[in-house]
């Protein structure tokens, strides 16, 4: 039963099967992903396994005692004091958010799917925001979301902040509906997904990154649970694969993501503060109608929009069942750009006064807030404090070394070595280490960044990939000067410690030395470059008719309090009207209606996305938004527009002529 509309005669099949020109080569590179199986998809309904925490709050209670002792042991040291209390706070906070059962049980879901049959099914548009990630993990992407199964409407929308005229071939081909926003790379992804929610109409918004690709059955999995008319949002957990033989970051990084989706979310969503991570997530309309729309911000609008959502009296609702599954970062880049990103939207929420201020939230979903704060907090100072007790040992006190001074450190051992590859569905091994100090650099400057009002704009993960960004720099540039210091003073005070005391006295602390070598030293040779960009797919042997690109109006204009809405029914076809500009409303730029006729100029400065000044790192939100029109004179210049469509559509059907699609 398909859903995803598409004009009569586009024969989907035969592009599905089509093979994409260089796309071997890239495949061997970075395997696309595929939508979780039937075994992976309640992998996460089983045994919560909550003793695991305790055994992680366990292995840090430890490292806190032996830290606490050594700065009790002398009255220089007692500064260390510091980092041993906000590992106490850390660990508390978190140990007392995390533990809680989740309230979604496999038979409770099993039943509430099952009696799912309403009179009329809510319709559903699907938003596929891009930004120059590959085009074939675009079509991979699209080729799943054809697939969604469902008996009421879906419109599928691609929202291309690149203007690329191969993504637009590409929507035309799956039937998906194809748009750019006059005002491209103001506010990032949170300007583009108000572009599509302005264009749209559908009761329900799912929203997709581009590499992430659903099971059929996606909507039918997620959509009963918002027969609670208090929920607004429903979020599925982002999944990767994490296999032997994948790139060592792209595995590591997904593994990474198993503790939170599998133990932190739930435990939060029992507490009715689990959080919005944007893609693999389904929106109410009315509630983000109420709440004011997407949260217009250039960093994590996910998370900011679900807590707008909450404010308005709405809420989250996270459901712990693999439907979909993404691809995680295989190049430093990405990865770095990602970690950054989501440290500095959970750091200016921690800014955001009216969040603190605001009586709606209880003290069980401030506590789980506050442990995402923390978290980012202790990674980001974490990552410069842990070695400073072993420098200090080693240079002002070496004749206290002895091997009893690492028993404080076993229980981590045994944590990292043991236990988490044993409960852990991910491939598990100690890179994962290093993919985790890697993310505290990144946390640790975007920290800074929040301090010192130098926060970067967000950049697309699978864009970031194959253009070399300040940030990214930046970034590595401080993980290299840390480890390299780190390094040479650890085996420098380690050498001279041996040849005077002697091995008998040293060699626990040398075992634990080779093992941070081996985690820190790769660190030094990575360098964020970019990823040649993958070729095109080659063009499909016979042309499908191009999708019908119908203008909607935006959505505080709909008229949704009277009659019965009827499902299913594509938007009937519009007049060619010019556009129309209010008064006092900024001129649009003028390049945009040059490339929708053709003239698609990659090569200039003005016209390349990677080179606009809306989308280079470096520049204040100031600069970003002069000049731009504002959300509000976007929404009322489409309201005046839309209201001439209407007429002019009265006036054909009067005449009986004939009409076409004013965006083609």
Request: hydrophobic share 45%.
């Amino acid at each position: 039963m398909s859903a995803v509309t598409a004009p009569a005669g586009t024969h989907h099949a035969a592009f599905w099967e089509e093979p994409l020109r260089g796309a071997a080569l890239v495949r061997a590179r970075t395997a696309l992903p595929e939508p979780p199986s039937d075994t992976e998809k309640y992998a996460y309904m089983g045994r919560q396994h909550r003793w695991l925490l305790g055994v992680q709050a366990s292995a840090m209670l430890l490292v806190v005692c032996s830290v606490s002792q050594f700065a009790l042991s002398d009255w220089r040291l007692l500064p260390f004091l510091l980092p041993a209390a906000l590992y106490v706070v850390t660990g508390a906070v978190s140990l007392l958010s995390s533990t809680r059962t989740k309230r979604t049980s496999l038979a409770d879901h099993l039943a509430r799917v099952s009696r799912y049959t309403p009179d009329v099914w809510p319709s559903v548009d699907v938003f596929l925001p891009t930004a120059g990630e590959p085009v074939d993990v675009l079509d991979n992407t699209y080729r799943h979301i054809a697939r969604l199964d469902w008996p009421g409407r879906v419109v599928a929308w691609v929202l291309d902040d690149a203007d690329r005229p191969e993504v637009r071939e590409l929507a035309a081909r799956h039937g998906f509906q194809y748009r750019v926003r006059p005002n491209r790379g103001h506010l990032k992804k949170a300007g583009n997904l108000l572009f599509g929610y302005q264009q749209s109409d559908g009761d329900l918004i799912a929203i997709f990154d581009a590499d992430f690709v659903p099971r059929t059955d996606y909507l039918r999995e997620l959509v009963p649970y918002f027969l609670d008319p208090t929920t607004g949002i429903v979020q599925s957990p982002q999944y990767f694969d994490a296999l032997k033989g994948m790139p060592w970051l792209q595995r590591t990084a997904g593994a990474t993501q198993e503790l939170f989706y599998r133990w932190i979310q739930p435990a939060r969503d029992a507490s009715r503060a689990a959080i919005c991570v944007g893609t693999c997530a389904i929106y109410r309309r009315s509630a983000l109608e109420a709440a004011g729309g997407f949260a217009q911000i250039g960093h994590s609008e996910d998370v900011h929009t679900g807590v707008k959502l909450m404010k308005a009296g709405y809420q989250l609702r996270y459901v712990p069942v693999l439907v979909s599954k993404g691809l995680c970062p295989d190049q430093l880049l990405g990865f770095l750009n990602q970690q950054y990103r989501w440290c500095t939207g959970s750091m200016s929420l921690l800014a955001d006064r009216s969040f603190h201020a605001n009586p709606i939230f209880s003290w069980r979903q401030r506590i789980s807030f506050w442990s995402g704060f923390l978290y980012y907090i202790s990674t980001g100072v974490n990552i410069f404090l842990a070695p400073l007790p072993g420098l200090v040992m080693l240079y002002v006190f070496p004749d206290e070394i002895h091997p009893g001074n690492t028993a404080w450190l076993l229980g981590a051992v045994l944590l990292w070595y043991f236990v988490l590859p044993t409960v852990m569905h991910c491939y598990w091994r100690m890179d994962v280490l290093r993919v985790q100090q890697l993310y505290s650099f990144a946390h640790a400057v975007a920290i800074a960044h929040v301090i010192t009002k130098r926060t970067k704009e967000w950049v697309a993960t699978g864009s970031a990939n194959h253009k070399t960004t300040p940030l990214a720099v930046t970034i590595t540039r401080v993980m290299r000067v840390t480890v390299a210091v780190t390094q040479l003073s650890v085996w420098t005070g380690l050498i001279t410690a041996t040849v005077q005391y002697g091995i008998h006295e040293t060699w626990a602390v040398v075992c634990f030395g080779l093992l941070a070598s081996y985690v820190q030293l790769p660190m030094l040779v990575m360098r964020a470059k970019p990823r040649a960009a993958a070729p095109a797919p080659s063009p499909a042997p016979t042309a499908a008719p191009a999708p019908v690109a119908v203008p909607v109006p935006p959505v505080a204009a709909l008229e949704r309090a009277g009659g019965e809405r009827v499902f299913g029914a594509r938007p009937p076809v519009a007049p060619r009207v010019p556009h129309q500009r209010l008064p006092g409303q900024p001129q649009l730029p003028q390049s945009q209606p040059e490339r929708r006729r053709g003239r698609h100029r990659a090569d200039s400065p003005a016209d390349s996305p990677a080179d606009s000044p809306a989308d280079s790192p470096a520049d204040s939100p100031a600069d970003l938004t002069a000049g731009l029109p504002t959300p509000a004179q976007l929404a009322a210049a489409q309201y005046a527009r839309n209201r001439a469509l209407r007429a002019a559509r009265r006036a054909n059907e009067v005449a009986g002529e004939g009409v076409s699609d004013p965006q083609r």
